[in-house]
């Protein structure tokens, strides 16, 4: 597998390692090191252009760790409790490295006993902006001939013209009585 200093961000995903480098610009040398080269090599995309096959937030990724069994995990913007062994937070070195890499793309980075490991991408499993796309192409293939994509249909009620008409007639009736007091909500 090729090896690359290039990854494809979402542009919430890049914005979160731009605050993770603000707010702990000291977090570990390992740690900075690969948040400095994501954020200098990224390309950044909205969320609807990035590949099916890129590893995003919350995203589930089948990779290697050098030649190793494949291992599939959660890629989380921190760690969660309740889900022991299925995450892998970006405050980790290797979920940093995996996000933003394309299926049959690795990273290599540094061990903390001073190696090296290569991190692979087997299978993106589940990317959180491939299924928003499919859900909402299966919301407009639900409504036949709309010309919007998705999203909630809404019916007219009332008419804004109508609406006013009727209030002017009530306000032209109310001021015929010939009485000119405006009452205390003129104070």
Known sequence: MPTTDSCQLTTKDHAILE??????PSRGEILSAILDRKISSAVVMFRDDVPATVVTLSGRVAYRVND??????????????GLVGMLLPITNPRGLALLGLAEGESMSIPTADGGLETLSVHEVVYQPETARRERLKLAG??????????????????????MQDQAADKNIAAFDTGFDDPGPSAA
């Open 68 to 81: 190793g069994p494949a291992e599939t995990r959660i890629v989380a913007h921190d760690e969660m409790r």
């Open 19 to 24: 605050v993770m480098r603000e707010r702990h």
């Open 141 to 162: 293939a639900a409504a036949p001939g709309s010309s919007r994509s998705a999203g909630p249909v809404l019916r007219v009620v009332h008419r804004s013209d109508e």
